[in-house]
């Protein structure tokens, strides 16, 4: 059974730091490709940032350059999401994507002050 469970969202304040987790099981995990996905209330889903199976190249989406940070640990099956300098607009559901198969529930990420 392929599960991707997110966790580490949650309420934080105007220029803080948040770090999501994804734990994958079920499938090979480093043979796929990760990425961060959001969607905030009234939008379409987008990308955030994306990881090559073996970790040594990553690309992101413009609002999250020199900001976020994806990392992954094909030993423990994670892939994270270290966000620095969060702004009200990054409030989305944030979701883990096994590219191009599986998606997560999705974990609620609030920036408000």
């Known amino acids: 059974q392929v599960e991707l469970v997110e966790s580490g969202g949650g309420l934080v304040q105007p220029g803080g730091s948040l770090r999501l987790s994804c734990a994958a099981s079920?499938?090979?995990?480093?043979?796929?490709?990760m990425g961060w996905y959001r969607q905030a209330p009234g939008k379409e889903r987008e990308m955030v940032a994306g990881?090559?199976?073996?970790?040594?190249?990553?690309n992101y989406a413009n609002f999250a350059k020199g900001r976020f940070t994806i990392s992954r640990d094909n030993f423990k099956n994670m892939v994270y999401l270290q966000m620095n300098a969060l702004e009200p607009e990054d409030t989305a559901l944030y979701y883990c994507?096994?590219?191009?198969?599986?998606w997560g529930q999705g974990i609620q990420v609030t920036v408000s002050s």
């Open positions: 994507h096994a590219w191009p198969d599986f």
């Open positions: 079920g499938f090979i995990f480093s043979n796929y490709i």
């Open positions: 990881i090559t199976a073996a970790g040594d190249s990553t």
